[in-house]
């Protein structure tokens, strides 16, 4: 999760740099909340027995606790 949250920061970063090149305003889209950073031992489901007893093999830890952000804040980080 934290993989496609980086890729989220990365493009709005692209995407400022163009309009500031081009003299645009941000889309929309772009004051969309970035997704909270999330504990890198974070699953989603731990419903997929298969999936966490081959994680559980190669020493993977899970938890369920899930990162509490708030969703009017307009920040980039």
Request: net charge neutral.
């Amino acid at each position: 999760m934290n993989l496609t949250r980086n890729h989220i920061i990365s493009y709005k970063h692209d995407i400022r740099e163009m309009c500031e090149e081009n003299n645009m305003p941000l889309p929309e889209g772009y004051y969309l909340p970035t997704p909270p950073e999330v504990d890198n031992n974070y699953m989603a489901s731990l419903k997929q027995k298969e999936r966490v007893e081959r994680m559980c093999r190669y020493g993977a830890k899970f938890t369920k606790k899930k990162t509490e952000y708030d969703l009017e804040q307009m920040s980039l980080f």
